[in-house]
Nanobody
Framework: QVQLVESGGGLAQAGGSLRLSCAAS????????MGWFRQAPGKEREFVAG???????TYADFLKGRFTISRDNVKKMVYLQMDSLTPEDTAVYYC????????????????WGQGTQVTVSS
């Protein structure tokens, strides 16, 4: 059983930065794809970024290069560096893991963390 625990959320001002972390335990981290999703109030959960076991990454089009996903297979950690934040980035951010490659559909991911709140003020 894979367990994922997010941290690093909080309050940021527009134009600022935050770095989210996700600690994984159980399972075979080094062979799993890892991803970040987010869900704003009243909206569906949406794909933000994903990284394959080998380090290949994929991002949602709306990010326009503002976020960067990375992973450390030794520490079993995944990170999401978020820069140039806007109020539209306000959401609960979830870490996810799946066997196989990156998927942009939330239902295709096997394991989820509890989420961490990110609030961006204008």
């Amino acid at each position: 059983q894979v367990q994922l625990v997010e941290s690093g959320g909080g309050l940021a001002q527009a134009g600022g930065s935050l770095r989210l972390s996700c600690a994984a335990s159980g399972g075979t981290f080094s062979s799993a794809a890892m991803g970040w999703f987010r869900q704003a109030p009243g909206k569906e959960r949406e794909f933000v970024a994903g990284i394959s076991w080998s380090g290949g990454d994929t991002y949602a089009d709306f990010l326009k290069g503002r976020f960067t996903i990375s992973r450390d297979n030794v520490k079993k950690m995944v990170y999401l560096q978020m820069d140039s934040l806007t109020p539209e980035d306000t959401a609960v951010y979830y870490c996810a893991s799946r066997r196989g490659g990156i998927a942009i559909v939330a239902d295709l991911w096997n394991y989820w963390g509890q989420g961490t709140q990110v609030t961006v003020s204008s």
